[in-house]
């Protein structure tokens, strides 16, 4: 056998194991899911909360957390990332309750105390048994779906089949498929990624205002996707940058907490176009 042939026939037997070895493990690199006893107690300062479980149609068990105001205007369903359990994020909840919403958070499944086998389908699945719940008590016009990092596409998956008051997204990705693809260009992530997480594509679909934050020193998630993603809806999207916010601190950023609350607290104002700007013709030289 020439060389050649021998060296790409090696080549190609570890370019294939290789991929196998990636579409079976990359729910470890996803998700990095932090376990809860099932007697743990769920403790937050100044915040009113409940704990729920929710059994879905095959079984799966989710737990979740309702942070509670006096008197609710809305509810906010807040998804979370990839990472840890409604535990540690449940401390954001106060940027929701303070401008009188309650929050409704959930653990995907393998997360904190939420149980069943986790795939694409069936994370979406749930969550859409859960918008379905919060649907029975709360019209939809006083929901806001919060999606954060991975949470944003499912966020915005929810929001294409229902029509809540609004969809915000903090820094979302174009998909997933393209945000790994920057760390593994050669792999064919098209065909093994079992989360291809195509936000892009709901986008399309989605009625409702939209409404997306990101910081411009994201490395992990770059902000030009967000640019990217506001041009799919511009009539119904509005794009707010915090300056030299990154993936993980932009809640340290004071101009986060103003684009919030600027976000849930204005009202949509109706412009007269005719008594702009936007017909002026500029003259040019004849």
């Not at 929701?96 to 389908?121: A, C, P, W």
Request: proline share 5%.
């Amino acid at each position: 056998m020439p060389i050649w042939l021998h060296v790409t026939l090696i080549v190609f037997i570890v370019y294939f194991i290789i991929s196998i070895l990636l579409y079976y493990l990359q729910d470890y690199f996803l998700f990095k899911p932090e376990k809860l006893p099932a007697d743990f107690q769920f403790l937050y300062e100044n915040q009113v909360v409940e704990e729920y479980h929710l059994t879905t149609r095959d079984g799966a068990v989710l737990n979740g957390l309702h942070f509670k105001v006096e008197k609710p205007i809305g509810v906010v369903l807040y998804l979370k990332g990839n990472s840890k359990s409604i535990k540690g994020w449940g401390k954001f909840a106060i940027d929701f309750t303070r401008l009188n919403y309650d929050v409704i958070m959930v653990d995907y499944r393998g997360f904190g105390k939420s149980t069943g086998k986790r795939s694409q389908k069936a994370i979406k699945r749930d969550l859409q048994f859960v918008y379905d719940e919060i649907k029975k008590r709360v019209a939809e016009k006083h929901i806001i779906l919060y999606g954060r990092s991975l949470g944003s596409g499912f966020a915005a998956k929810l929001a294409s089949m229902n029509t809540p008051k609004m969809l915000i997204l903090d820094a979302p990705y174009y998909s997933l498929t393209k945000v790994t693809g920057r760390y593994m260009p050669f792999m064919p992530l098209s065909v093994i990624l079992k989360y291809p997480m195509p936000t892009y594509k709901w986008l399309k679909y989605v009625t409702c205002p939209i409404h997306i934050i990101h910081g411009t020193k994201d490395k992990l998630i770059p902000f030009k996707t967000s640019v990217k993603l506001s041009q799919i809806k511009p009539k119904i999207t509005r794009l707010y940058p915090v300056i030299g916010g990154g993936h993980k601190n932009m809640n340290t950023f004071e101009s986060y907490h103003e684009i919030l609350n600027n976000i849930i607290r204005s009202k949509p104002i109706e412009i007269d176009l005719n008594t702009t700007s936007i017909g002026v013709v500029h003259a040019s030289k004849k």
